[in-house]
């Protein structure tokens, strides 16, 4: 069990959420100027694919209504280990990764790439946290994480 109660969960929880769509945000407000002018690179538009083609195959597996963007679990939501869970926990923020990484890449400059990073930790975060409190509605969620990677399959 955590050391804090429902209330510091929701409140924490909102946060990670703010900081996470204010970096995507942030990034896509950098990237507009180029996307604007150039439009986007044959590299950028891979990486959209991905993102977009994860989330498709993500959804196909876990409907919407059995998850949310906050971290706290839905209290009937089913455990799902099928699809891309076989591989990796959290799809959809590593398809939100590889979307900011189109924006980076589009806006390129060091501070996009910071802009990454910061988005990476806080979903890091977010994932740490989602984790803890799924293993408390799931039993079997602890063997699950033992045999599924975070965010990128077979590393990590």
């Known amino acids: 069990m955590l050391p804090f109660g429902v209330a510091q969960r929701r409140m924490g929880g909102a946060v990670l959420v703010l900081l996470q769509f204010g970096v995507l945000l942030w ?6 100027p180029t996307l604007m002018q150039a439009g986007m690179t044959l590299p950028g538009w891979l990486l959209v694919g991905l993102s977009g083609g994860l989330v498709g195959w993500t959804l196909w597996h876990n409907r919407l209504g059995n998850f949310n963007v906050h971290p706290a679990p839905k209290a009937c939501g ?4 099928t699809g891309p869970y076989r591989l990796i926990r959290h799809p959809m923020y590593t398809a939100v990764l590889l ?4 924006l980076a890449l589009v806006a390129g400059n060091v501070l996009a790439w910071l802009a990454w990073v910061l988005l990476f930790g806080v979903l890091l975060i977010k994932a740490s ?23 990128v399959p077979w590393l990590y």
């Open 99 to 102: 979307l900011a990484a189109a």
């Open 78 to 81: 089913q455990l799902v280990t």
């Open 27 to 32: 990034l896509a407000l950098m990237a507009t």
């Open 129 to 151: 946290l989602e984790e803890n409190w799924l293993c408390e509605y799931h039993p079997l969620y602890a063997s699950y994480r033992q045999r599924s990677k975070r965010f």
